[in-house]
């Protein structure tokens, strides 16, 4: 439907003032590059410009809270001052990446250098947009006296984001790629006004996003690199469709989209500053200065008043980005959902009676097979609808794929089945699907966590223990904010003091623990799977209470029968142990057999969670070893959780109760 004048005109009117707001700095004394203006001498404009220096000398604005943020400036440990940007060309002034004072000075003076024809390096006021805005805001420039500067790119990069509003997007937990198993997130530029979608139209927006730019596929190196800061990290403008069919689609992660309160000025100034961040890269850290503290630096250059990265703790995780939001009361305006590929079959699925969820499994085994002749018009059109988003699920890891290396099965069923649903001209229903509200991640707990608590071990007698994690989840947590069946874990560990012979002693200490149970339904048959590496304890006769270094990996399927009431699993699982006196060779102990579990969710924020595996070891003794863990948690609030906790081995057995706090 043509929408009429009366909201044409002002849509027009308010996108042609936040651009020419954006473009202030340089469409005031824009034109083709000419000489300096002609009402002053070059000595004229050298005095002003040294003026400007003394003005912004005189008010301090080398120590303003906003030029550190729009320079990227951190405390150092010795108690100077270093930009967190490591590219050259984001400095004037030499020294720039460790003295405010000399790049202020440098700043100024490099906006009233000659005009130049260069596209690099660009005209500082080409290259720096937000920093003229706020020394203007501050100094009241006399635009007149600058060099008229043609900064078409510039004007360019504004129009085609046609920047409205900004938008936070965070993209769910994909634990199959370690990079994204803690979530993601980028912004959107809308090109809607704010508090609008235009007609859902966003997918003609653009996303700012900041990632690593890896150089290996080897995971070790690959996490060496992450976790040092050898890779490089820059930001990327890309089409927000494409940031869609990657995240919904290809990996199947839900996008939960946080509109900020922001007013024209201060978006301008952000996209501004992004166009200032494309002259730069800086050195990308996994756990700290990654993509959720980047993008929260970014944002608080609108506003002097924000505090987003102070808020962020250790490890920085994308999930308390968004938290880091809701500390400032008024900045969100309004939060949205956009359903993953999977997420919406399984809503389409749950919707179907037997009959049709039979229909669309036949369908999966052949495209051609004939529906029941007993379906009416509407059923066959919402089993083939459902058909074709199954398959697009079934197709989506072929997206970045060449053609040639497409599965041509999938590709001739996929289009076998839309050509079928063709021949019904009928409209498929307006689908909509319900945000799962429980899993927004700005509600669920927070990502570190410590324990206190007492127990007795049959062993070693009464004892006081500590727990702790970095990050970020694990099954027996409160569900609410989380993915339901995954266990994300970073630097968990436990450690023991003993009472009565005291001492005090590491239990276990895992780098990284991840589990993904997948439940097992007519449609999906994914894997479930585990990986945990680190130290424990064994406690059966060939190895009573020492502590190894280990790892670990299992494969094998989940149930739901009762939907995330009753979740059980079974794996096949490795498991690696060195060094361990009884081993192979008086060195390592290699176990291979069953682990799996169960978990009842009783509530949102009452769990009972069992764990247990048998291992057989081969040519070792003893030739096999066994545990069973018990959990039962209770979430009295968001933060806080009380839980009784036990442990079974060959040697010993241990009860603990324990408090827990997230913060």
């Given at each position: 439907?043509?929408?009429?004048?009366?909201?044409?005109?002002?849509?027009?009117?308010?996108?042609?003032?936040?651009?020419?707001?954006?473009?202030?700095?340089?469409?005031?004394?824009?034109?083709?590059?000419?000489?300096?203006?002609?009402?002053?001498?070059?000595?004229?404009?050298?005095?002003?410009?040294?003026?400007?220096?003394?003005?912004?000398?005189?008010?301090?604005?080398?120590?303003?809270?906003?030029?550190?943020?729009l320079l990227h400036y951190?405390?150092?440990?010795?108690?100077?001052?270093?930009?967190?940007?490591?590219?050259?060309?984001?400095?004037?002034?030499?020294?720039?990446?460790?003295?405010?004072?000399?790049?202020?000075?440098?700043?100024?003076?490099?906006f009233f250098s000659p005009?130049?024809?260069?596209?690099?390096?660009?005209?500082?006021?080409?290259?720096?947009?937000?920093?003229?805005?706020?020394?203007?805001?501050?100094?009241?420039?006399?635009?007149?006296?600058?060099?008229?500067?043609?900064?078409?790119?510039?004007?360019?990069?504004?129009?085609?984001?046609?920047?409205?509003?900004?938008?936070?997007?965070?993209?769910?937990?994909?634990?199959?790629?370690?990079?994204?198993?803690?979530?993601?997130?980028?912004?959107?530029?809308?090109?809607?006004?704010?508090?609008?979608?235009?007609?859902?139209?966003?997918?003609?927006?653009?996303?700012?996003?900041?990632?690593?730019?890896?150089?290996?596929?080897?995971?070790?190196?690959?996490?060496?690199?992450?976790?040092?800061?050898?890779?490089?990290?820059?930001?990327?403008?890309?089409?927000?469709?494409?940031?869609?069919?990657?995240?919904?689609?290809?990996?199947?992660?839900?996008?939960?989209?946080?509109?900020?309160?922001?007013?024209?000025?201060?978006?301008?100034?952000?996209?501004?500053?992004?166009?200032?961040?494309?002259?730069?890269?800086?050195?990308?850290?996994?756990?700290?200065?990654?993509?959720?503290?980047?993008?929260?630096?970014?944002?608080?250059?609108?506003?002097?008043?924000?505090?987003?990265?102070?808020?962020?703790?250790?490890?920085?995780?994308?999930?308390?980005?968004?938290?880091?939001?809701?500390?400032?009361?008024?900045?969100?305006?309004?939060?949205?959902?956009?359903?993953?590929?999977?997420?919406?079959?399984?809503?389409?699925?749950?919707?179907?009676?037997?009959?049709?969820?039979?229909?669309?499994?036949?369908?999966?085994?052949?495209?051609?097979?004939?529906?029941?002749?007993?379906?009416?018009?509407?059923?066959?059109?919402?089993?083939?609808?459902?058909?074709?988003?199954?398959?697009?699920?079934?197709?989506?890891?072929?997206?970045?794929?060449?053609?040639?290396?497409?599965?041509?099965?999938?590709?001739?069923?996929?289009?076998?089945?839309?050509?079928?649903?063709?021949?019904?001209?009928?409209?498929?229903?307006?689908?909509?699907?319900?945000?799962?509200?429980?899993?927004?991640?700005?509600?669920?707990?927070?990502?570190?966590?410590?324990?206190?608590?007492?127990?007795?071990?049959?062993?070693?007698?009464?004892?006081?223990?500590?727990?702790?994690?970095?990050?970020?989840?694990?099954?027996?947590?409160?569900?609410?904010?989380?993915?339901?069946?995954?266990?994300?874990?970073?630097?968990?560990?436990?450690?023991?003091?003993?009472?009565?012979?005291?001492?005090?002693?590491?239990?276990?200490?895992?780098?990284?623990?991840?589990?993904?149970?997948?439940?097992?339904?007519?449609?999906?048959?994914?894997?479930?799977?585990?990986?945990?590496?680190?130290?424990?304890?064994?406690?059966?006769?060939?190895?009573?209470?020492?502590?190894?270094?280990?790892?670990?990996l299992g494969g094998g399927?989940?149930?739901?029968?009762?939907?995330?009431?009753?979740?059980?699993?079974?794996?096949?699982?490795?498991?690696?142990?060195?060094?361990?006196?009884?081993?192979?060779?008086?060195?390592?102990?290699?176990?291979?057999?069953?682990?799996?579990?169960?978990?009842?969710?009783?509530?949102?924020?009452?769990?009972?969670?069992?764990?247990?595996?048998?291992?057989?070891?081969?040519?070792?003794?003893?030739?096999?070893?066994?545990?069973?863990?018990?959990?039962?948690?209770?979430?009295?609030?968001?933060?806080?959780?009380?839980?009784?906790?036990?442990?079974?081995?060959?040697?010993?057995?241990?009860?603990?109760?324990?408090?827990?706090?997230?913060?």
């Open positions: 439907m043509r929408a009429s004048w009366q909201e044409v005109v002002p849509l027009r009117l308010a996108r042609w003032f936040l651009i020419t707001t954006a473009l202030a700095i340089v469409t005031s004394v824009a034109g083709p590059a000419e000489a300096r203006s002609t009402n002053a001498s070059a000595g004229d404009l050298d005095r002003y410009a040294n003026e400007l220096v003394e003005k912004a000398e005189h008010l301090g604005l080398a120590n303003d809270l906003m030029w550190h943020r951190r405390k150092t440990l010795w108690g100077g001052w270093e930009s967190e940007a490591d590219g050259k060309p984001f400095f004037l002034a030499e020294d720039g990446k460790t003295n405010p004072d000399a790049e202020l000075r440098a700043t100024l003076l490099g005009p130049t024809q260069l596209r690099e390096p660009r005209h500082p006021l080409c290259r720096f947009p937000a920093r003229f805005m706020w020394l203007d805001s501050k100094l009241r420039i006399d635009k007149s006296k600058l060099p008229r500067q043609d900064c078409a790119d510039f004007k360019e990069f504004v129009e085609l984001l046609a920047p409205r509003s900004l938008v936070l997007v965070f993209s769910s937990y994909f634990l199959n790629n370690p990079a994204s198993a803690f979530g993601h997130t980028f912004l959107r530029v809308s090109k809607s006004p704010p508090g609008g979608d235009r007609q859902g139209l966003s997918l003609l927006d653009y996303g700012i996003d900041y990632s690593a730019t890896a150089d290996t596929g080897n995971a070790v190196l690959y996490a060496f690199k992450g976790l040092t800061g050898l890779f490089r990290g820059d930001f990327h403008k890309v089409p927000f469709y494409y940031k869609v069919r990657e995240y919904n689609d290809y990996e199947s992660r839900d996008l939960w989209e946080y509109e900020l309160d922001l007013d024209s000025e201060q978006v301008a100034r952000v996209v501004a500053h992004v166009w200032e961040l494309g002259h730069t890269y800086f050195a990308y850290y996994y756990l700290t200065e990654n993509c959720s503290y980047h993008i929260l630096a970014l944002l608080e250059v609108a506003d002097p008043k924000l505090h987003l990265v102070d808020e962020l703790g250790w490890p920085v995780i994308p999930a308390d980005t968004v938290k880091a939001l809701q500390q400032n009361p008024g900045l969100i305006r309004q939060v949205s959902y956009r359903a993953s590929n999977r997420t919406r079959f399984a809503q389409l699925v749950d919707a179907l009676t037997p009959e049709e969820q039979a229909a669309v499994q036949q369908l999966m085994h052949d495209a051609k097979a004939p529906l029941p002749a007993a379906f009416s018009v509407e059923q066959k059109v919402r089993v083939l609808d459902v058909a074709v988003e199954l398959m697009d699920v079934k197709t989506a890891s072929d997206l970045p794929k060449e053609r040639s290396e497409m599965d041509a099965d999938n590709a001739s069923a996929q289009q076998t089945l839309l050509e079928r649903r063709t021949e019904f001209l009928v409209p498929s229903p307006e689908y909509e699907f319900a945000p799962p509200f429980r899993q927004m991640p700005h509600i669920g707990h927070d990502s570190t966590r410590v324990g206190l608590g007492s127990g007795y071990d049959q062993r070693d007698g009464y004892y006081h223990t500590f727990n702790f994690r970095l990050a970020l989840h694990d099954m027996a947590d409160p569900a609410t904010g989380y993915p339901d069946a995954a266990e994300i874990q970073f630097l968990p560990g436990t450690l023991r003091y003993f009472i009565e012979d005291p001492k005090l002693r590491l239990e276990s200490l895992s780098v990284v623990r991840v589990r993904s149970f997948t439940p097992l339904s007519r449609f999906e048959n994914a894997l479930s799977w585990m990986v945990d590496t680190g130290a424990d304890r064994s406690f059966d006769s060939g190895c009573n209470g020492c502590l190894s270094l280990f790892g670990q399927f989940t149930l739901q029968p009762f939907g995330s009431f009753l979740t059980f699993f079974a794996l096949a699982n490795v498991k690696v142990q060195a060094p361990v006196d009884s081993g192979l060779l008086d060195v390592v102990r290699l176990g291979v057999g069953p682990w799996g579990g169960l978990r009842l969710r009783f509530a949102e924020q009452v769990t009972f969670l069992s764990t247990g595996g048998w291992s057989y070891l081969p040519g070792q003794d003893p030739f096999q070893t066994w545990n069973v863990d018990g959990t039962l948690r209770v979430g009295y609030s968001k933060n806080f959780a009380l839980g009784v906790e036990g442990q079974l081995y060959p040697s010993t057995m241990a009860v603990q109760g324990v408090s827990y706090i997230y913060f």
